[in-house]
Structure formats: C-alpha cells, structure tokens
C-alpha cells in the first residue's frame, strides 16, 4: 500500500505565501508523476499542478507565475510553493501520485488526506 501524507495547509493573508509538502511511503517502487489537486466547496476538484519524475510540468492557469512545483524523487516527495495567494486559491488540497507500488507492479493513482489552505482578503 503507497500512502501520502500532506503538511504546510493553514490559513494566510492575500498576497501571502505558503509551502505544501507531501512524501509518498509505504510499498511505492516509483512515483511516476506527483502531483496537486484542489477542491473549493461546492466546486469539483481541479488539477494544481504536476511533475514527472522525468522533470516535466503541468500547471493551471490560473496558477501560473504564482505556484511552483517541485521534487525531491530520491524521497519520493512533492512541494508546492504557493505565493500571491488568492482568494480563489481557498481550498482543500490534495496530493496526488501515479506510482507503482511493490506490491502489484502496476501503477495506480492514490490519493493523500488532503490539507486545508484559506486565504483571506
């Protein structure tokens, strides 16, 4: 089983900046790609940002030149650095990764427990 575990949320002033982390841990043999996930109340959950192992990005629109995403893929952890926050940027933020886990040899896609960020203005 791959857990992710999510820290950094918390609440911050507009224009503001705060720092996710999520490490990846249990039986994972490769995170493939890892990524950021939100979803404000009400609303479905929309993509943040992602990366590969290979270096790649993905990002929002309405996230670019703000948010950085980042790796450290010998510890199988991802960060998003989010500065002039919004806020339209409240949400609960989720990680995510597509890795292959051990246990099957198949990628799959988990999920951590997510973490709550508020901006306020």
């Known amino acids: 089983q791959v857990q992710l575990v999510e820290s950094g949320g918390g609440l911050v002033q507009a224009g503001g900046s705060l720092r996710l982390s999520c490490a990846a841990s249990?039986?994972?043999?490769?995170?493939?790609?890892m990524g950021w996930y939100r979803q404000a109340p009400g609303k479905q959950r929309e993509l943040v940002a992602t990366?590969?192992?290979?270096?790649?990005?993905n990002y929002a629109d309405s996230v670019k030149g703000r948010f950085t995403i980042s790796r450290d893929n010998a510890k199988n952890t991802v960060y998003l650095q989010m500065d002039s926050l919004k806020p339209d940027d409240t949400a609960v933020y989720y990680c995510?990764?597509?890795?292959?886990?051990?246990?099957?040899?198949?990628?799959?896609?988990?999920w951590g427990q997510g973490t709550q960020v508020t901006v306020s203005s």
């Open positions: 990366k590969t192992s290979g270096g790649s990005t």
């Open positions: 249990g039986s994972i043999f490769s995170a493939i790609t």
């Open positions: 995510n990764a597509w890795a292959i886990a051990t246990t099957t040899g198949a990628p799959g896609t988990y």
